[in-house]
């Protein structure tokens, strides 16, 4: 899987060995738990959806809380689908970025 959803926390800057600054990005990258696999049997394209942004459970509507119980994980702002030709993932699954 070549894809992960992740935060922007904001900016910094390194100083490298030579003396130069870099500048970096700080993000916040997963955990990501699959709530969905698409089968291009049942849905006609391969797919995979991820959830990011753990939130309450009073901020979500009750179809969408129906959805992550389905998938057996807490409650989360953002479902995002990726394309996953590979099908290696299963709901339930973590992706991380390690």
């Known amino acids: 899987m070549a894809a992960i959803l992740a935060k922007k926390l904001g900016m ?3 100083f490298m060995d030579d003396g130069r ?6 993000l916040e ?3 990501c738990p699959v709530t969905a696999v698409r089968s ?4 006609g ?9 753990e939130t309450k459970e009073k901020h979500l509507s009750k179809p969408e809380l129906g959805h992550l119980k389905a998938a057996k994980v ?3 702002k953002h479902l995002v689908e990726f394309r996953d030709e590979r099908g290696e ?3 339930g699954d973590t992706v ?3």
């Open 40 to 43: 291009s049997d049942d849905d």
């Open 29 to 31: 990258a997963g955990p």
């Open 74 to 76: 807490g409650a989360y």
């Open 89 to 91: 993932l299963n709901v």
């Open 96 to 98: 991380t970025a390690d």
């Open 45 to 53: 394209y391969d797919a995979v959806q991820l959830a990011f942004g």
């Open 21 to 26: 600054v870099e500048r970096v990005t700080v």
């Open 12 to 14: 910094t800057q390194l």
